[in-house]
């Protein structure tokens, strides 16, 4: 019984990430006219419920790894659910999520709600490189102490920021940004190249309580305070970028 506990804790990432997709799924994109008769086209805010659903997923993702260290319930099984949960939450969610804001995107051009589905489509190498990046790393005995490659919650949760990014902030470019066809298309590749990829990563573990240990992990807590001070949302990628450039720049550091 003991052991099935972290289980649990998997099985909610799963159901956190189901309920984002269909959070995503059921508003649509809206039509609206506004007073001088304009028509605008709108992604319904409910859609940002799905990246609090991401968030959530990824705070269960972190406590069932932790919950299985401490009752020393880690097992293969528990390996494989984990994987199977985090290509639903971090990759196909995050997929939707992209693919709704490309759908934005056209929808702004003449007969772009006519759009081609091929346009679209893109959005979905998110997920499939999540998945290939989960395989590989259930079978590579080498990334115990760092990661080969993004991990694919680091991923899900900068994609899940772009909702709360377009919803929340007050600065026009960024909202802009985020329905950018082209900016998109370019996340879509970089994000994806990066989880499958074998660009050594800095893990969230801890060899030893130490400063000379600790300290990237500290430097990316204080760009998310400061940066989510002055850039509300946008925080979110600026410390997913400033986690990946700290990991190139002590990549000799990690695999030692």
């Given at each position: 019984m003991r052991k099935q506990v972290p289980n649990v804790f998997t099985l909610l990432n799963l159901v956190f990430g189901c309920i984002?997709?269909?959070?995503?799924?059921?508003?649509?994109?809206?039509?609206?006219?506004?007073?001088?008769?304009?028509?605008?086209?709108?992604?319904?805010?409910?859609?940002?419920?799905?990246?609090?659903?991401?968030?959530?997923?990824?705070?269960?993702?972190?406590?069932?790894?932790?919950?299985?260290?401490?009752?020393?319930?880690?097992?293969?099984?528990?390996?494989?659910?984990?994987s199977l949960a985090d290509v639903v939450s971090f990759g196909v969610a995050p997929g939707m999520i992209i693919f709704e804001f490309l759908r934005r995107s056209y929808a702004t051009q003449p007969n772009g709600l006519d759009v081609s589905i091929l346009w679209l489509l893109p959005a979905f190498i998110i997920p499939c490189a999540g998945a290939y990046r989960l395989a590989r790393f259930n079978i590579d005995p080498t990334q115990a102490h760092y990661f080969k490659g993004v991990p694919i919650p680091a991923i899900g949760l900068c994609i899940a920021s772009f909702p709360l990014i377009y919803w929340f902030s007050n600065t026009i470019w960024m909202i802009e940004l985020m329905v950018n066809k082209w900016f998109l298309y370019s996340v879509v590749l970089l994000l994806s190249y990066l989880m499958v990829s074998s660009i050594p990563i800095m893990a969230l573990k801890f060899k030893k309580l130490s400063f000379n240990a600790i300290w990237p992990f500290l430097f990316i807590l204080v760009v998310a305070i400061i940066s989510a001070y002055f850039l509300g949302w946008m925080a979110v990628p600026v410390s997913f970028i400033a986690y990946v450039v700290l990991s190139l720049l002590l990549k000799q550091r990690i695999i030692s």
């Open positions: 984002a997709i269909v959070v995503i799924l059921q508003p649509g994109l809206m039509l609206n006219v506004d007073e001088n008769g304009q028509q605008t086209i709108e992604i319904p805010q409910k859609i940002f419920w799905a990246s609090i659903c991401i968030g959530l997923a990824a705070v269960v993702d972190f406590l069932d790894g932790l919950i299985a260290r401490a009752l020393k319930a880690s097992s293969e099984m528990g390996k494989q659910l984990d």
